[in-house]
């Protein structure tokens, strides 16, 4: 089956710093998405994308679908403590109701 | 974005018994519903999608005698873990999806909890 490998699995960084994540597949995706999940919530969808090679913002997050519809990379700016959680990303390869396929996600801990 | 709800937020039940969840979204029509299950430090394995009025389709090696999925309208699903075991304990997710507009994606609830004991 389709089949996500998203890195790094895990970041330990400072308040302050840029963090990049990315995601990629064997098979091709029509659509990426990029979630973040907090302890004992469910996923919040943070980006996103629906073209190749579209480039989409959300405040200090940015997120690219890559050309080869292969892979998606999400990028965090300044980051803060409140960015800790788990990102998680998504592809899909049809309509807004067909089911998704998630990475393993990424711990992200933000040392103040 | 749109507004998913889920209930309870978590729940301890004994060992044989069954439990029923709600998921609710509050402000769009959520024409597709999924269920997903979630263990510590792991991603989110989804268990079924289902379609409002229809047999919800089960993902391979999801026990659909086990969990029961109703999806009776277009703001409600419930997932029923019948005869649960411990091994049931797990954090339960759904996500609903209008497929149009502002709920074209899907938008997850809160999570439940569950814990058999």
């Known amino acids: ?112 | 974005g749109a507004v998913v709800s889920q209930h309870p937020s978590w729940v301890i039940c004994k060992s044989g018994t069954s439990v029923k969840i709600e998921c609710r979204s509050l402000d769009f029509q959520a024409t597709t519903m999924f269920w997903y299950r979630q263990f510590p430090k792991q991603s989110l394995m989804l268990m079924a999608t289902s379609n409002e009025g229809s047999k919800a389709t089960y993902e391979q090696g999801v026990e659909k005698d086990k969990f029961l999925i109703n999806h009776a309208s277009l703001t409600l699903s419930t997932l029923t873990v019948t005869s649960a075991h411990p091994e049931d304990s797990s954090f339960y997710i759904c996500s609903g999806s209008g497929g149009t507009g502002l709920s074209y994606e899907q938008y997850f609830g809160p999570g439940t909890r569950l814990t058999v004991t």
């Open chain 1, 1 to 112: 089956g389709q089949q996500l490998n998203q890195s790094p699995q895990s970041m330990f960084i400072q308040e302050g710093e840029d963090v990049s994540m990315n995601c990629t597949s064997s098979s091709i995706f029509n659509t990426w998405l990029w979630y973040k999940q907090d302890p004992g919530e469910g996923p919040v969808l943070l980006i996103a994308l629906y073209k190749a090679g579209e480039l989409t913002s959300n405040g200090r997050l940015t997120a690219q679908f890559g050309i080869t519809r292969k892979d998606s990379f999400l990028n965090i700016s300044a980051s803060i403590p409140s960015d800790v959680g788990i990102y998680f990303c998504a592809g899909r390869t049809q309509g807004g109701s067909e089911k998704l396929v998630f990475g393993k996600g990424t711990k992200l801990t933000v040392n103040p």
